[in-house]
């Protein structure tokens, strides 16, 4: 058994040994005898030391003390408790004997016993002794004869050693029989110490020698003393030989030895008590034998089961050769009882003779087998020994406890029911023997009246109140003194009754423990429950005999408080802890987890034998509730067959908390169910992982496998009475696995699986532990209980449900006398939607129960009751915790398994986790009111160390704290710190929360939750996460529906590309190649599956269900935080949360219903931010949900309380129909494929008691925003790009203050300066220095006014999704910088796949010529963005209106294979030497409603006659404004829905045509534009070279009020008509009135005016607008002829002939600096050709007759051509395209506008040379 370095030790010495040997030999000297010590026959020779050595003896016999027929036996003891090893070398020969030179030696380790044969010694031997020892040691020796005991096969020989330090030789003979198989011995011990005797066995076969110390065959210790079995064909065994065994013990005690082979037959007739405790092996079977004389008895078979699962067969006269041929039988779980009544033998034809009892173990298995006849029913009870029985109704069953050798002790005796009910009394009584000797007890015996109200009798013992009273079942303390309970000279036994009262049977234990660490023995798979006091301790023991045992699993589970355990297979400890109780358990292998940890131990047979006898020591380092059990992992011999492993046995309502260790795949627990008649109860099966995943598989009455189950589930089975295969009376079995189908992948390496399963049936009420979460779920009517036990000293209790789905609600009774609380009966109550949360005092709680008060606490009583209950008509699950104020109360945190928690202000609470060694973890908290820090202390050897010795984490002292990212507060673990791997691998994770310092509320409510690899998504929750660029991150959603919608949203919120990945039911990670859903847009994914996706299409029909695990895996393209959320929605909701942005894709025509639950009264608004199409919103308040159908308040466009198309909408607390706690149910419907992002928004005043939320903004998005007068809102964003952060607010009105800080990780600190907008610089995010890349900013706006505008927080390179027909304001600074915005065009739908894009972009900066380029993509196919630019793009627009800083255009393009462009705006200026910074509104739409934004400009085309455009106005209050349209080309009708009335203005002629809202409510108005008249364009460049038919114009909307008396009093002479007068030298003199306005009724001319007048010879120009002048003279088609006049005359000579536009052009030199336009005139200009002669004078003539008829025909056709003749041109974008060396007056950020007529009156003249000039020209010729 050496290696190593003991090998080389031993060769050596055996190599100085021997030379020495052979110098001694070589001297021939014989040694000396002098030193020889002189031994005497029984007598000790005491303490002798020797310092290393030998130290030699002599023993010499004479007639006195010889005795030739008995052995000798020669033994050394140690005298002390040492570590010590003496040796044993006996000779005849050699006077100094040693290992080589012996005849007889022992040499095992520790104390030695050498027997010599009686037929190895005579009277004239001298034998010479050897005593060695290596190192120092201490000992007594001495030599004694003895005899041999011949045992007869099956016989039971009782035995007694009434002195100390005693042995016995026993022998028997097993005859040469061929069925022999196997041989075992018993050796039953009745003695306290167990480690004080032993024994040895040999046979005469193998080794003639005697047993000793050094010769033995295996010997096994038991529970019930040692047991020696051998089988054919191994050592040990032999037939035809003769064994013999020697007992020895150090103490005075009682014995009982037995031997039997494989063919005996015990005889139990005459058996003491009628027991015997044995062992059976795997598949064998041990048989008694019992003689029934009485034909009217009842003979009972009770089987009591310490390890194994043995089976009971009973059958008269013979033993079957088939076992289960017997006609008797039970084979039933754990202890079990058969009764065979007078009628069952009578039926049998056998009322009377031998019957055959044989025990089979379908594994090893160890137990005691007790008969009971009518006339000997009472059952012995011995320390320790637990009894488990079955009773009848009225039955009474008698246990007698004799006090043997006790004079003075304490004891409890403990009857505990698993089924059914049933009472105990007791009583002390003098012993009597009758007539016939026998023990006569019929005096003592109880009546049913004495046991069930023993208060009315004198000398009853009966249960009071004590520490058991958490279990079901009665308890005894006994204090017995015999001189004061006892007559003197009588002999007093105790008797216990136990009275059946349950209508069904009752299947109980008896326990009776004495308080002297007398142990209790463990029944393998059972728990024990118990209780322990504070500094109290409680023995056990177990034996293991099972050669299959490959693995040992011991486990303690603290229901309250906090109970340790320590565990020795050596039994000397159990010695010492008599002695020094804490040095032996500091040698014993323990576990001492803080709290309610499972306390788990496990032995392994690759590192030792596991047979054996094991003793556990559990302390109490508190008051503490336990179950204590040990299992054992067998190897099967049959792959194919039952489970050999034994089931571990639970109790109703009581939690066992189990571990599954790596090397196992799973464990087995079963409970009974016993019910009378035809009664049923339904069956829940409730499991709770605490660590891993599992699946149970269930059956009734036989052990299920993976693939023979009745019933299977993972988190709850539940088993309803009508089922066919529902048992009302049967054994259980459940089989717990592993869960590595879904789980294992997700959750890495997990070492230690752990779950807390129970069951219940009916309405019974389920125990809960202390800070550890019950998981769970209820349905309509199908409300779960609880039951938690007050611990005394606790003085707060919290109570909180956090719903997984559905909406739970909870009540609590503390009333004794309810203990199934409803909504109509409790003492509180809590039905919020969402989480609920009830506190609770002792002081409170006591005024309702009297056990609850101090004076009169009383542990078993004091307790609170709780249900759990839903009123919707769907299922919710909830996670349940209970958890007090004490500092061992910390709340236990279940990896991926949220926790709501309400913090008191100036309160913290604690949390802890125990990790798995190496691997990461994140801790998220999720604040919903208030705000939050969490600090957490890494606790070194925390499994050792008590929790109230744990540091708490504070704000002043900690290892870690929370930072924020987005809207939450996340704490990063990783080993790789110093701290983390000093930890070590019993390191615990100890969180504390504490009410965040800045914002000061009365409660902060926040979830937290803790994960590693992979996070589970819960109904409805937002979850914020964070990626690499081009990587993986993983989360699972569990649906337990069948046929419903499952919807996911993921949205990126820095900007980036994520994509959606998902998996159902698969053990493989999803991914781009590998996935059974996807999503994969560029902006955000939304996913909806529901049975109607093509995945289910060809899946069988079993298959055909929403109900199963997704796997989510998600990619980022780019490095990117994002928020998912996943949600289930049976009656069409999605539930949403505030704050964060919930991604959403819906399809033309459809609507979706989103459901926020507000419980604050807040002011909120609902915003969404377009990506693509246009949407409505309806919204519809729900006050008391819980009492109504949700589905009948859907909102629509004909049932709503508030509606908007703006695409926000802000619901005051002060709006009567405003809901302060209760449902908002949000619809929103979509005309077109629309994609958005929405986010319900809540306001913040600087109020202490406002929430103090604060909203994600998403990266790149765009909300809008509404804010009253000192509002203050909250935001926070995540930069994840090292480049410039650009924070805008563009106003639509009003004024805002902006600052951005760094709050909990920086200290800079960034204000607008008033400017609305915040640029953060690249270096803050640089890696040098303190980088603030990837952290969460925080945003906080105030509003001086009541304000409007657009929000967004962008980075350069992040992608703006432009909201069709929405302005958007940005800026950008310095030559070639840039902007990217993303549009996807709406109608890329259509069939041809045709799409267009119209877009319009403004700016006040004269300086600023931005270029736009434009570049289709299609984003599916190609995740890499390619950004346009000067040298890539499908079109771009460089053409910038001067005057007016405007430039549009429109792209048309083939969508079919993109729909989708990105559009880059580039800087450009034009004086480099000003500040390069350039502010600019950006505009695209193709169909959809167009916003309005004030003082911008938009330029529309509309291509077809009768064709409209609608715009959208926001009046933000009660005010003046005024929508002004200015025509360019074509004839306009203008009309807005007012919603009570409509406003329109037909405008067929030229000029703005404007409609003023005179005191206009709040509110959002259509304005719609319909083209009357369309005309041909050519080449417009102010719409990118546009040709064809069109009709074109300007829109402008602004406030008016306070101003228009100012615009209105303006006005033109004479309507701004234009006069002419001709002369005939063939000059034009033009004429107009001036400018004038209104002093009261006087019109007072308008001073410093400039004029210009331009002419166009072109009919394809519009000369009433400036728009169509700017066109002309860029296409050389029109002309200035004179700016800058001061007069209103103006004379010019047409040059040529032809028709020609003329008009002028006001300019005010005011501050205003306004442009007027005249109505222009139209003239005709000709000229005739010279004749000579009359022939000519009368040409002329007749010239002159067909002039006037042709003056006659030209007015005909003016009234047929006028509409030809009638365009106008009013397209002022372009105008900085204009190409021409006339330079139109500057105008810079001033209005446009031109006054009408109501008439327009064109006067066309022809004008001819006169006959006269003719003549001159001809004389001249």
């Given at each position: 058994?050496?290696?190593g370095?003991?090998c080389?030790?031993?060769?050596?010495?055996?190599?100085?040994?021997?030379?020495?040997?052979n110098a001694?030999e070589?001297?021939?000297?014989?040694?000396?005898?002098?030193?020889?010590?002189?031994?005497?026959?029984?007598?000790?020779?005491?303490?002798?030391?020797?310092k290393?050595?030998?130290?030699?003896?002599?023993?010499?016999?004479s007639?006195?003390?010889?005795?030739?027929?008995?052995?000798?036996?020669?033994?050394?003891?140690?005298?002390?408790?040492?570590?010590?090893?003496?040796?044993?070398f006996?000779?005849?020969?050699?006077?100094?004997?040693?290992?080589?030179?012996?005849?007889?030696?022992?040499?095992?380790?520790?104390?030695e016993?050498?027997?010599?044969?009686?037929?190895?010694?005579s009277?004239?031997?001298?034998?010479?002794?050897?005593?060695?020892?290596?190192?120092?040691?201490?000992?007594?020796?001495?030599a004694?004869f003895?005899?041999?005991?011949?045992?007869?096969?099956?016989?039971?020989?009782?035995?007694?050693?009434?002195?100390?330090?005693?042995?016995r030789?026993?022998?028997?003979?097993?005859?040469?029989?061929?069925?022999?198989?196997?041989?075992?011995?018993?050796?039953?011990?009745?003695?306290k110490?167990?480690?004080?005797?032993?024994?040895?066995?040999?046979?005469?076969k193998?080794?003639?020698d005697?047993?000793?110390?050094?010769?033995?065959?295996?010997?096994?210790?038991?529970?019930?003393?040692?047991?020696?079995?051998?089988?054919?064909?191994s050592?040990?065994?032999?037939?035809?030989?003769?064994?013999?065994?020697?007992?020895?013990?150090?103490?005075?005690?009682?014995?009982?030895?037995?031997?039997k082979?494989s063919?005996?037959?015990?005889?139990?007739?005459?058996?003491?008590d009628?027991?015997?405790?044995?062992?059976?092996?795997?598949?064998?079977?041990?048989?008694?034998?019992?003689?029934?004389?009485?034909?009217?008895?009842?003979?009972?078979?009770?089987l009591?089961?310490?390890?194994?699962?043995?089976e009971i067969?009973?059958?008269?006269?013979?033993?079957?050769?088939?076992?289960?041929?017997?006609?008797?039988?039970?084979?039933?779980?754990?202890?079990?009882?058969l009764?065979?009544?007078?009628?069952?033998?009578?039926?049998?034809k056998?009322?009377?003779?031998?019957y055959?009892?044989?025990?089979y173990?379908?594994?090893?298995?160890?137990?005691?087998?007790?008969l009971?006849?009518?006339?000997r029913?009472?059952?012995?009870?011995?320390?320790?020994?637990?009894?488990?029985?079955?009773?009848?109704?009225?039955?009474?069953?008698?246990?007698?406890?004799?006090?043997?050798?006790?004079?003075?002790?304490?004891?409890?005796?403990?009857?505990?029911?698993?089924?059914?009910?049933?009472?105990?009394a007791?009583?002390?009584?003098?012993?009597?023997?009758?007539?016939?000797?026998?023990?006569?007890?019929?005096?003592?015996?109880?009546?049913?009246e004495q046991?069930?109200?023993?208060?009315?009798?004198?000398?009853?013992?009966?249960?009071?109140?004590?520490?058991?009273?958490?279990?079901?079942?009665?308890?005894?303390?006994?204090?017995?003194?015999?001189?004061?309970?006892?007559?003197?000279?009588?002999r007093?036994?105790?008797?216990?009754?136990?009275?059946?009262?349950?209508?069904?049977?009752a299947?109980?234990?008896?326990?009776l423990?004495?308080?002297?660490?007398?142990?209790?023995?463990?029944?393998?798979?059972i728990?024990?429950?118990?209780?322990?006091?504070?500094?109290?301790?409680?023995?056990?023991?177990?034996?293991v005999?099972?050669?299959?045992?490959?693995?040992?699993?011991?486990?303690?589970?603290?229901?309250?408080?906090?109970?340790?355990?320590?565990?020795?297979?050596?039994?000397?400890?159990?010695?010492?802890?008599?002695?020094?109780?804490?040095?032996?358990?500091?040698?014993m292998?323990?576990?001492?987890?803080?709290?309610?940890?499972?306390?788990?131990?496990?032995?392994?047979?690759?590192?030792?034998?596991?047979?054996?006898?094991?003793y556990?020591?559990?302390?109490?380092?508190?008051?503490?509730?336990?179950?204590?059990?040990?299992?054992?992992?067998?190897?099967?011999?049959?792959?194919?067959?039952t489970?050999?492993?034994?089931?571990?046995?639970?109790?109703?309502?009581k939690?066992?908390?189990?571990?599954?260790?790596?090397?196992?795949?799973?464990v087995?627990?079963?409970?009974?169910?016993?019910?009378?008649?035809?009664?049923?109860?339904?069956?829940?099966i409730k499991?709770?992982?605490?660590?891993?995943?599992?699946?149970?598989?269930?059956?009734?009455?036989?052990?299920?496998?993976?693939?023979?189950y009745?019933?299977?589930?993972?988190?709850?089975?539940?088993i309803?009475?009508?089922?066919?295969?529902?048992?009302?009376?049967?054994?259980?079995?459940?089989?717990?696995?592993?869960?590595?189908?879904?789980?294992?992948?997700?959750?890495?390496?997990?070492?230690?699986?752990?779950?807390?399963?129970?069951?219940?049936?009916?309405?019974s009420?389920?125990?809960?532990?202390?800070g550890?979460?019950?998981?769970?779920?209820v349905?309509?009517?199908?409300?779960?209980?609880?039951?938690?036990?007050?611990?005394?000293?606790e003085?707060?209790?919290?109570i909180?449900?956090?719903?997984?789905?559905?909406?739970?609600?909870?009540?609590?009774?503390y009333?004794?006398g309810?203990?199934?609380?409803?909504?109509?009966?409790?003492?509180?109550?809590?039905?919020?939607?969402?989480?609920?949360?009830?506190?609770?005092?002792?002081?409170?709680?006591?005024?309702?129960?009297?056990?609850?008060?101090?004076?009169?606490f009383?542990?078993?009583?004091?307790?609170?009751?709780?249900?759990?209950?839903t009123?919707?008509?769907?299922?919710?699950?909830?996670n349940l915790?209970?958890?007090?104020?004490?500092?061992?109360?910390?709340?236990?945190?279940?990896?991926?398994e949220?926790m709501?928690?309400?913090?008191?202000?100036n309160?913290?609470?604690?949390?802890?986790?125990?990790?798995?060694?190496?691997?990461?973890y994140?801790?998220t908290?999720t604040?919903?009111?208030?705000?939050?820090?969490?600090?957490?202390?890494?606790?070194?050897?925390?499994?050792?160390?008590?929790?109230?010795?744990?540091?708490?984490?504070?704000?002043?002292?900690?290892?870690?704290?929370?930072?924020?990212?987005?809207?939450?507060?996340?704490?990063?673990?990783?080993?790789?710190?110093?701290?983390?791997n000093?930890c070590?691998?019993?390191?615990?994770?100890y969180?504390?929360?504490?009410?965040?310092?800045?914002?000061?509320v009365?409660?902060?409510?926040?979830k937290?939750?803790l994960?590693?690899?992979?996070?589970?998504?819960?109904?409805?929750?937002?979850v914020?996460?964070?990626?690499?660029?081009?990587?993986?991150t993983?989360?699972?959603?569990?649906?337990l529906?069948?046929?419903?919608?499952?919807?996911?949203?993921?949205?990126?919120?820095?900007?980036?590309?994520?994509d959606?990945?998902?998996?159902?039911?698969?053990?493989?990670?999803?991914?781009?190649?590998?996935?059974?859903?996807?999503?994969?847009?560029?902006?955000?994914?939304?996913?909806?599956?529901?049975?109607?996706?093509?995945?289910?299409e060809?899946?069988?029909?079993?298959?055909?269900?929403m109900?199963?695990?997704?796997?989510?895996?998600?990619?980022g393209?780019?490095?990117?935080?994002?928020?998912?959320?996943?949600?289930?929605?049976?009656?069409?909701?999605?539930?949403?949360?505030?704050?964060?942005?919930?991604?959403?894709?819906?399809?033309?025509?459809?609507?979706?219903?989103?459901?926020?639950?507000?419980w604050?009264?807040?002011?909120?608004?609902?915003?969404?931010?377009?990506?693509?199409?246009?949407?409505?919103?309806?919204?519809?308040?729900?006050?008391?949900?819980?009492?109504?159908?949700?589905?009948?308040?859907?909102?629509?466009p004909?049932?709503?309380k508030?509606?908007t198309?703006?695409?926000?909408?802000?619901?005051?607390?002060?709006?009567?129909?405003?809901?302060?706690?209760?449902?908002?149910?949000?619809?929103?419907?979509?005309?077109?494929?629309?994609?958005?992002?929405?986010?319900?928004?809540?306001?913040?005043?600087?109020?202490?008691?406002?929430?103090?939320s604060?909203?994600?903004?998403?990266?790149g998005?765009?909300?809008?925003?509404?804010m009253?007068?000192?509002?203050?809102?909250?935001?926070?964003?995540?930069?994840?790009?090292?480049?410039?952060?650009?924070?805008?607010?563009?106003?639509?009105?009003?004024?805002?203050?902006?600052?951005?800080n760094?709050?909990d990780?920086?200290?800079?600190?960034?204000?607008d300066?008033g400017?609305?907008?915040?640029?953060?610089?690249?270096?803050?995010?640089?890696?040098?220095?303190?980088?603030?890349?990837?952290?969460?900013?925080?945003?906080?706006?105030s509003?001086?006014?009541?304000?409007?505008?657009?929000?967004?927080?962008?980075?350069e390179?992040?992608?703006?999704?432009?909201?069709?027909?929405?302005?958007?304001?940005?800026?950008?600074?310095?030559?070639?910088?840039?902007?990217?915005?993303?549009?996807?065009?709406?109608?890329?739908?259509?069939r041809d796949?045709?799409?267009?894009?119209?877009?319009?972009?403004?700016?006040?900066?004269?300086?600023?010529e931005?270029?736009?380029?434009?570049?289709?993509q299609?984003?599916?196919?190609?995740r890499?963005?390619?950004?346009?630019?000067?040298?890539?793009?499908?079109?771009?627009?460089?053409?910038?209106?001067?005057?007016?800083?405007?430039?549009?255009?429109?792209?048309?393009f083939?969508?079919?294979?993109?729909?989708?462009?990105?559009?880059?705006?580039?800087?450009?200026?034009?004086?480099?030497?000003?500040?390069?910074?350039?502010?600019?509104?950006f505009?695209?739409?193709?169909?959809?409603?167009?916003?309005?934004?004030?003082d911008?400009?938009?330029t529309?085309?509309?291509?077809?006659?009768?064709?409209?455009?609608?715009?959208?106005?926001?009046?933000?209050?009660?005010?003046?404004?005024?929508v002004e349209?200015?025509?360019?080309?074509?004839?306009f009708?203008?009309?807005v829905?007012?919603?009570?009335?409509?406003?329109?203005?037909?405008?067929v002629?030229k000029?703005?045509?404007?409609?003023?809202f005179?005191?206009q409510s709040?509110?959002?108005?259509?304005?719609?534009?319909?083209?009357l008249?369309t005309?041909?364009?050519?080449?417009?460049?102010?719409?990118?070279?546009?040709?064809?038919?069109?009709a074109?114009?300007?829109i402008?909307?602004?406030?008016t009020?306070n101003?228009?008396?100012?615009?209105?009093?303006?006005?033109?002479?004479?309507?701004?008509?234009?006069?002419?007068?001709?002369?005939?030298?063939?000059?034009?003199?033009?004429?107009?009135?001036?400018?004038?306005?209104y002093?009261?009724?006087?019109?007072?001319?308008?001073?410093?005016?400039?004029?210009?007048?331009?002419i166009?010879?072109?009919?394809?120009?519009?000369?009433?607008?400036?728009?169509?002048?700017?066109y002309?003279?860029?296409?050389?088609?029109a002309q200035?002829?004179?700016?800058?006049?001061?007069?209103?005359?103006?004379?010019?000579?047409?040059?040529?002939?032809?028709?020609?536009?003329?008009?002028v052009?006001?300019?005010?030199?005011?501050?205003?600096?306004?442009?007027?336009?005249?109505?222009?005139?139209?003239?005709?200009?000709?000229?005739?050709?010279?004749?000579?002669?009359?022939?000519?004078?009368?040409?002329?003539?007749?010239?002159?007759i067909g002039?006037?008829?042709?003056?006659?025909?030209?007015?005909?056709?003016?009234?047929?051509?006028?509409?030809?003749?009638?365009?106008?041109?009013?397209?002022?974008?372009?105008?900085?395209?204009?190409s021409?060396s006339?330079?139109?007056?500057?105008?810079?950020?001033k209005?446009?506008?031109?006054?009408?007529?109501?008439?327009?009156?064109?006067?066309?003249?022809?004008?001819?040379?006169?006959?006269?000039?003719?003549?001159?020209?001809?004389?001249?010729?």
């Amino acid at each position: 058994e050496m290696k190593g370095k003991e090998c080389v030790f031993l060769v050596l010495l055996l190599v100085g040994v021997s030379l020495a040997q052979n110098a001694t030999e070589s001297n021939d000297t014989p040694a000396p005898t002098s030193d020889h010590i002189s031994l005497q026959i029984d007598q000790w020779i005491n303490d002798v030391e020797l310092k290393g050595g030998s130290k030699y003896y002599k023993l010499a016999f004479s007639s006195n003390n010889y005795e030739s027929e008995k052995d000798l036996i020669f033994e050394v003891i140690l005298s002390d408790e040492s570590n010590q090893d003496p040796d044993l070398f006996i000779s005849k020969t050699d006077e100094k004997p040693d290992y080589w030179k012996n005849q007889f030696h022992c040499s095992a380790w520790g104390e030695e016993i050498c027997p010599v044969s009686y037929t190895d010694h005579s009277m004239s031997d001298v034998f010479y002794l050897a005593v060695s020892c290596t190192e120092a040691c201490k000992f007594s020796i001495r030599a004694f004869f003895t005899d041999e005991l011949l045992i007869p096969e099956g016989k039971v020989v009782s035995e007694e050693f009434k002195e100390e330090n005693k042995g016995r030789f026993f022998k028997f003979r097993v005859e040469d029989f061929s069925d022999v198989e196997r041989v075992s011995i018993n050796l039953e011990l009745e003695s306290k110490w167990h480690s004080h005797f032993h024994m040895y066995v040999t046979n005469d076969k193998e080794n003639n020698d005697l047993p000793s110390t050094s010769n033995t065959f295996e010997v096994i210790p038991t529970f019930f003393g040692y047991t020696a079995t051998y089988y054919k064909d191994s050592t040990g065994f032999c037939k035809g030989c003769l064994y013999k065994v020697y007992v020895t013990s150090k103490e005075k005690g009682n014995y009982k030895i037995s031997f039997k082979t494989s063919k005996a037959v015990q005889d139990m007739t005459k058996a003491k008590d009628l027991s015997v405790k044995d062992v059976v092996g795997y598949n064998e079977m041990n048989c008694y034998s019992y003689q029934v004389t009485d034909p009217s008895s009842d003979l009972e078979v009770n089987l009591f089961v310490y390890s194994g699962d043995p089976e009971i067969y009973v059958n008269p006269e013979n033993i079957p050769s088939n076992y289960r041929d017997s006609k008797f039988k039970s084979e039933g779980l754990f202890s079990e009882s058969l009764i065979i009544t007078a009628k069952d033998r009578l039926e049998a034809k056998a009322s009377t003779g031998l019957y055959y009892i044989c025990i089979y173990g379908s594994v090893s298995s160890s137990y005691e087998l007790q008969l009971l006849v009518d006339d000997r029913r009472e059952l012995l009870l011995h320390p320790g020994f637990t009894k488990t029985l079955i009773i009848d109704k009225e039955e009474i069953f008698h246990f007698v406890f004799h006090p043997k050798g006790e004079k003075k002790f304490i004891a409890s005796n403990f009857m505990n029911t698993y089924t059914g009910s049933a009472k105990m009394a007791g009583k002390l009584c003098v012993f009597e023997r009758n007539t016939n000797h026998r023990p006569d007890l019929s005096h003592c015996k109880l009546t049913k009246e004495q046991i069930l109200y023993p208060e009315r009798y004198q000398g009853i013992l009966y249960h009071t109140q004590n520490p058991m009273d958490f279990l079901a079942g009665d308890s005894i303390v006994l204090n017995y003194d015999e001189s004061k309970d006892c007559p003197s000279g009588k002999r007093c036994v105790y008797v216990f009754a136990v009275l059946g009262t349950s209508d069904v049977s009752a299947r109980f234990s008896m326990t009776l423990l004495l308080e002297n660490l007398t142990p209790t023995i463990l029944k393998e798979g059972i728990p024990h429950e118990d209780s322990i006091q504070l500094a109290n301790n409680h023995l056990f023991k177990f034996s293991v005999t099972d050669n299959m045992v490959e693995k040992l699993k011991i486990q303690l589970t603290s229901f309250s408080g906090d109970a340790d355990m320590y565990v020795t297979d050596d039994a000397k400890f159990l010695e010492e802890l008599t002695k020094d109780f804490q040095s032996a358990i500091e040698k014993m292998k323990s576990s001492a987890l803080p709290g309610n940890l499972v306390d788990t131990i496990e032995y392994s047979c690759k590192e030792q034998d596991l047979k054996g006898t094991y003793y556990i020591v559990v302390t109490a380092y508190s008051s503490s509730q336990y179950s204590l059990a040990y299992s054992l992992q067998r190897q099967n011999l049959q792959p194919n067959s039952t489970d050999p492993n034994t089931s571990t046995l639970l109790r109703e309502g009581k939690p066992q908390r189990i571990s599954i260790s790596d090397n196992e795949e799973g464990v087995s627990v079963s409970f009974l169910v016993n019910f009378e008649g035809n009664y049923k109860e339904d069956i829940d099966i409730k499991l709770n992982a605490e660590s891993g995943n599992f699946k149970m598989y269930a059956m009734a009455d036989k052990k299920p496998t993976k693939t023979d189950y009745t019933w299977s589930g993972e988190s709850e089975i539940h088993i309803h009475n009508d089922d066919k295969n529902y048992r009302n009376s049967a054994t259980y079995h459940v089989y717990i696995e592993k869960n590595k189908s879904f789980w294992t992948f997700l959750t890495g390496d997990i070492t230690s699986y752990v779950f807390t399963i129970k069951f219940v049936t009916g309405d019974s009420a389920s125990l809960i532990l202390s800070g550890i979460p019950e998981k769970g779920k209820v349905g309509k009517n199908e409300p779960q209980y609880y039951r938690y036990i007050l611990d005394e000293g606790e003085m707060n209790y919290t109570i909180s449900v956090t719903p997984t789905f559905g909406d739970p609600n909870i009540a609590v009774s503390y009333d004794i006398g309810n203990h199934l609380p409803s909504e109509t009966e409790n003492n509180k109550m809590s039905k919020n939607i969402g989480a609920d949360i009830i506190h609770l005092s002792l002081s409170e709680i006591s005024q309702v129960n009297q056990f609850c008060k101090t004076s009169s606490f009383n542990k078993g009583k004091c307790e609170i009751y709780i249900s759990v209950y839903t009123n919707d008509d769907s299922w919710a699950g909830y996670n349940l915790v209970v958890s007090s104020d004490s500092v061992e109360h910390a709340h236990l945190l279940i990896e991926g398994e949220p926790m709501k928690t309400i913090l008191k202000a100036n309160f913290h609470t604690n949390y802890y986790f125990k990790p798995v060694l190496g691997k990461d973890y994140t801790l998220t908290v999720t604040p919903e009111t208030g705000d939050v820090d969490v600090f957490m202390n890494y606790i070194e050897n925390g499994h050792m160390i008590k929790m109230k010795d744990w540091k708490v984490p504070t704000p002043q002292a900690f290892d870690l704290r929370s930072v924020r990212h987005a809207t939450q507060k996340v704490l990063k673990i990783k080993w790789t710190s110093e701290k983390a791997n000093k930890c070590g691998e019993n390191c615990i994770l100890y969180f504390s929360a504490y009410q965040s310092p800045i914002i000061s509320v009365d409660y902060s409510s926040f979830k937290i939750n803790l994960v590693s690899n992979f996070e589970k998504l819960s109904e409805g929750n937002n979850v914020i996460g964070s990626i690499g660029e081009r990587s993986y991150t993983y989360y699972t959603f569990e649906v337990l529906c069948e046929n419903c919608t499952v919807t996911f949203s993921l949205t990126p919120l820095s900007g980036g590309d994520v994509d959606l990945f998902v998996l159902k039911d698969s053990n493989k990670l999803p991914d781009s190649n590998n996935y059974d859903f996807v999503s994969s847009t560029i902006h955000g994914e939304y996913l909806q599956i529901n049975l109607k996706h093509k995945y289910f299409e060809h899946k069988p029909q079993h298959q055909k269900t929403m109900k199963g695990v997704y796997v989510l895996g998600v990619y980022g393209f780019t490095q990117c935080t994002f928020s998912i959320v996943a949600s289930t929605s049976v009656n069409k909701f999605i539930s949403v949360n505030k704050n964060v942005p919930f991604n959403v894709y819906q399809k033309a025509g459809e609507a979706q219903t989103f459901k926020y639950y507000q419980w604050h009264n807040e002011t909120f608004a609902v915003s969404l931010s377009l990506h693509s199409g246009e949407a409505d919103i309806f919204v519809m308040p729900v006050q008391k949900p819980k009492e109504v159908n949700l589905l009948e308040y859907i909102p629509g466009p004909t049932k709503y309380k508030w509606k908007t198309s703006s695409n926000y909408l802000r619901i005051e607390k002060e709006d009567p129909n405003f809901v302060t706690i209760g449902y908002y149910l949000i619809t929103v419907i979509t005309s077109q494929n629309t994609s958005y992002s929405l986010l319900i928004d809540p306001a913040n005043t600087n109020s202490s008691s406002s929430p103090n939320s604060k909203s994600m903004i998403k990266m790149g998005d765009h909300f809008k925003v509404q804010m009253k007068v000192s509002e203050i809102k909250r935001y926070v964003f995540v930069p994840t790009v090292k480049a410039t952060i650009y924070v805008i607010a563009d106003m639509m009105y009003g004024n805002v203050s902006l600052s951005v800080n760094t709050g909990d990780f920086g200290s800079f600190s960034l204000t607008d300066e008033g400017t609305g907008r915040i640029e953060i610089a690249e270096k803050y995010l640089a890696d040098d220095g303190e980088s603030y890349l990837g952290k969460t900013f925080n945003l906080l706006i105030s509003a001086m006014d009541e304000s409007e505008f657009t929000l967004i927080v962008m980075q350069e390179h992040t992608l703006i999704w432009l909201n069709e027909g929405f302005p958007y304001g940005y800026a950008l600074r310095g030559e070639d910088s840039v902007v990217y915005f993303a549009y996807t065009c709406s109608e890329a739908n259509s069939r041809d796949r045709q799409a267009k894009m119209e877009f319009s972009l403004t700016t006040p900066s004269s300086n600023f010529e931005p270029q736009v380029f434009i570049l289709k993509q299609n984003l599916l196919s190609n995740r890499t963005i390619e950004y346009p630019g000067k040298a890539g793009y499908n079109v771009k627009f460089t053409n910038m209106d001067k005057r007016l800083h405007m430039m549009s255009g429109t792209y048309e393009f083939d969508a079919t294979s993109s729909n989708t462009l990105i559009i880059g705006v580039y800087a450009h200026f034009l004086d480099k030497e000003k500040e390069l910074f350039g502010e600019f509104d950006f505009t695209a739409w193709s169909t959809a409603t167009i916003k309005l934004k004030p003082d911008v400009w938009i330029t529309r085309t509309i291509a077809n006659q009768m064709d409209s455009d609608l715009f959208e106005v926001t009046v933000p209050r009660t005010t003046d404004m005024a929508v002004e349209v200015s025509p360019c080309v074509g004839k306009f009708e203008v009309s807005v829905d007012m919603g009570s009335v409509t406003l329109s203005e037909n405008k067929v002629d030229k000029g703005i045509i404007p409609i003023f809202f005179k005191n206009q409510s709040p509110g959002t108005y259509k304005v719609q534009i319909k083209a009357l008249q369309t005309y041909f364009v050519e080449e417009a460049e102010i719409q990118n070279s546009f040709t064809g038919q069109a009709a074109i114009y300007s829109i402008i909307v602004r406030e008016t009020k306070n101003t228009t008396d100012e615009i209105e009093s303006y006005q033109l002479g004479k309507d701004g008509k234009m006069m002419y007068k001709f002369d005939l030298k063939g000059s034009i003199e033009l004429q107009w009135e001036p400018i004038y306005f209104y002093k009261g009724m006087q019109e007072v001319t308008v001073q410093n005016v400039e004029y210009s007048v331009f002419i166009s010879n072109t009919p394809t120009v519009f000369m009433d607008s400036l728009c169509g002048i700017t066109y002309g003279i860029k296409h050389n088609k029109a002309q200035l002829l004179a700016e800058k006049l001061t007069d209103t005359k103006y004379s010019f000579e047409p040059k040529e002939e032809g028709i020609y536009w003329v008009n002028v052009i006001a300019q005010l030199a005011d501050e205003t600096e306004e442009y007027f336009a005249y109505n222009s005139m139209e003239i005709a200009v000709t000229k005739t050709v010279v004749h000579r002669g009359k022939m000519m004078m009368l040409f002329v003539s007749l010239i002159l007759i067909g002039a006037l008829a042709t003056a006659f025909y030209f007015y005909a056709k003016m009234r047929k051509t006028q509409k030809r003749l009638d365009f106008e041109m009013s397209d002022v974008r372009n105008l900085a395209q204009v190409s021409t060396s006339v330079e139109l007056p500057e105008r810079e950020k001033k209005t446009y506008q031109t006054l009408i007529p109501a008439h327009d009156q064109i006067l066309r003249i022809k004008i001819m040379s006169t006959l006269f000039r003719y003549m001159m020209i001809t004389q001249i010729n």
